[in-house]
């Protein structure tokens, strides 16, 4: 698949390991392993039981197929016994941040680097927390990963890795480029996870909507329920005096004015700016069917947190919040008229 580059012959690559071997775990980890570098995967038996009947199957928008076998992959359902790895990815839902991180905090050697590849603002913090004797970076994961089918996992949009700067992960770069996965370091991820979150405050949209992210986002009801999700976002970062990155090729401030165009004028700016596939959906949408707890906290609750203190408020972001974590009592997918309706606008 990729070129051998400057990361040394396989024999002798570090290893690695995934703490949460799910969505984005075994995409990113399963892209390092079939590129050679040796993964290993730490999860829950549904996951792992399907890795061992299917292996891994890794599909992208743009067409590309790879796959590892049964044989290849090293599974294990906890840390114990584990060989201490160069570096781990910390690929768990921001509910299980504290207890993955107290886990390898008993495992592994003090100093050992844990990028976390987690959504939200907070998720490294809360991990370095319960395990101050490893360095912990976060990390942002700018594009969709969906399970399509037991083992076989699915980029359906597009971005590039990123993560903060750190000495260990400039070394591991060219391991990440020749996985076909690159990783761009910062000295201040902080805009970059903002300008993400501002993304990812639709998860909640689509998640109420039961649609696939495609078939939501070109319905002009939800997006005008995105856009107010935003601008409250955008109002608390002014007041906070935190200027979000640009993730899309669309500035940040222009997005709510772009999601508000009728339907055929965004789907022709879409077309030149978004690559979303029919087969992407967030996770919180799969979450929500699977009767799991949400990361509504860590996305819309960080927004909701960041106005109140700053003494202003986030009251959409609220009410959606309170619909997410309501599901489970009324778990019943909204129109756009409905959840407009139910968000006040
Ligand atoms: N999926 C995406 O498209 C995407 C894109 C960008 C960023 N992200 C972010 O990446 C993070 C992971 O998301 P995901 O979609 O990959 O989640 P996921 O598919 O649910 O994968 C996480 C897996 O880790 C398991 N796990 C939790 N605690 C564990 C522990 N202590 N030991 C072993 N396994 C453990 C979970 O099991 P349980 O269900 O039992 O907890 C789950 O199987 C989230 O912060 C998400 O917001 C996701």
Redesign the pocket.
């Known amino acids: 698949m990729s070129p051998r580059g400057p990361a040394g012959p396989r024999a002798a690559r570090a290893p690695a390991l995934v703490?949460?071997?799910?969505?984005?775990?075994c995409w990113i980890g399963g892209c390092l392993q079939a590129d050679g570098t040796p993964v290993t995967f730490?999860?829950?038996p549904?996951?792992l039981d399907a890795l061992r009947a299917h292996g891994l199957t890794l599909t992208d928008l743009e067409g590309g197929t790879r796959s590892v076998p049964p044989a290849a992959l090293t599974l294990r359902d906890s840390l114990q016994g584990i060989a201490p790895p160069a570096l781990v990815l910390l690929?768990?839902?921001?509910g299980?941040t504290a207890?993955?991180a107290t886990?390898l905090a008993h495992a592994l050697p003090p100093g050992t680097p844990v990028v976390s590849?987690?959504?939200?603002l907070s998720?490294a913090a809360a991990a370095q927390a319960a395990a101050p004797a490893l360095s912990v970076r976060p990390g942002m994961?700018p594009?969709?990963?969906?399970?399509l089918a037991p083992g076989h996992y699915h980029r359906g949009t597009t971005g590039v890795l990123a993560a903060q700067d750190h000495p260990l992960l400039r070394e591991w770069q060219p391991r990440f480029a020749q996985a076909g996965v690159p990783l761009q370091l910062h000295s201040d991820l902080a805009p970059l996870q903002w300008g993400k979150l501002l993304l990812n405050l639709n998860n909640a949209v689509n998640a109420l909507s039961g649609l696939p992210l495609r078939a939501q986002l070109l319905q002009r009801e939800y997006r005008l329920c995105m856009a107010a999700l935003i601008d409250e976002a955008l109002a608390a970062l002014r007041v906070a005096g935190i200027t979000p990155a640009k993730l899309t090729p669309l500035p940040p401030a222009a997005l709510p004015a772009a999601l508000r165009l009728p339907t055929a004028l965004f789907r022709l700016l879409a077309s030149r700016m978004l690559r979303i596939d029919a087969k992407a959906r967030?996770?919180m949408a799969d979450d929500l069917v699977h009767g799991?707890s949400t990361?509504i906290d860590a996305l819309c609750g960080e927004v909701v947190r960041l106005a109140r203190r700053h003494g202003t408020a986030a009251p959409v972001n609220e009410r959606i919040s309170e619909l997410v974590r309501s599901w489970p009592s009324d778990p019943r997918p909204r129109s756009g008229a409905e959840l407009r309706a139910a968000l006040g606008l």
Not at 91 to 94: E, F, G, M, N, Q
Not at 117 to 120: D, T, V, Y
Not at 143 to 147: Q, S, T
């Open positions: 703490m949460g071997a799910g969505a984005v775990g730490v999860g829950r549904r996951v690929c768990v839902k921001s299980a207890s993955a886990e590849m987690q959504n939200g998720n994961v594009f969709n990963i969906a399970e967030t996770s799991r990361e």
